[in-house]
């Protein structure tokens, strides 16, 4: 019981993720101000230009004009079996948030909110605002995975300029432990050849004293 409870909230929360509002409205085409239902998404207007019209194209062909486009005999058979004149259109006046109008004009009398076709025409609206949604969170992700892997190469790349860093230093220790060993080995040899050079030294000098001493034995033999 408890899974089927739980199961029921998971549904209801899916099926609210996308709640949105319609509302009724006008907007100016030209000189004509028509009515219809907009709705504001938050969504940045330059993907919503490119989610609208994929959008619609399954309706019929589409004519755009800039920030307006329209549907001239749209199929919608959810909302009638006539042919609708859909004209919509994109406004934005903020960077994160998007108003689409649309007007359905069906035998020249355009739905209103008190019109009996109102629901039809709100589940129409609902549709896209669910797949515009749906289509933002897929963009969101896959910036998110972007920056993910962003910082991922980041953090790899300096992680194997460190693993570079530690194997020159190693080569560096290595040649330094050598040149001290080198060094230690020529310090020695060095140390000896003090010790000899002190014995010649000490040997030189005995010999001069002795050429000296007969040196002057012969100067004064001389004598």
């Known amino acids: 019981m408890k899974k089927i409870g739980t199961l029921l909230i998971v549904l209801y929360m899916s099926q609210g993720l996308y709640a949105q509002t319609i509302l009724s409205g006008s907007e100016l085409f030209g000189k004509d101000r028509k009515d219809g239902f907009y709705m504001t998404l938050s969504v940045e207007k330059k993907f919503i230009e490119k989610d609208w019209p994929l959008f619609l194209a399954k309706y019929g062909s589409i004519s755009q004009n800039r920030d307006v486009y329209n549907i001239a005999s749209a199929s919608i058979p959810d909302l009638t079996s006539e042919p609708v004149n859909l004209l919509t259109k994109i406004i934005s006046d903020q960077k994160s948030k998007t108003k689409v109008f649309a007007s359905f004009d069906i035998g020249g009398t355009p739905v209103s909110g008190s019109s009996g076709s109102y629901y ?25 995975a972007g920056e993910s892997q962003k910082n991922f190469d980041r953090v790899e790349k300096t992680g194997k300029r460190i693993a570079r860093d530690i194997e020159r230093n190693k080569r560096e220790k290595e040649t330094l432990l050598r040149k001290i060993e080198e060094n230690k080995v020529e310090l020695e040899k060095l140390l000896e050849e003090e010790i000899a050079n002190k014995q010649d030294l000490e040997n030189a000098k005995i010999a001069l004293e002795e050429k000296q001493k007969s040196l002057s034995t012969v100067k004064t033999k001389k004598q």
Request: net charge negative.
């Open 120 to 144: 039809e025409v709100e589940k129409f609206m609902k549709e896209f605002y669910n797949y515009a949604m749906q289509n933002e969170d897929v963009r969101l992700a896959e910036r998110d």
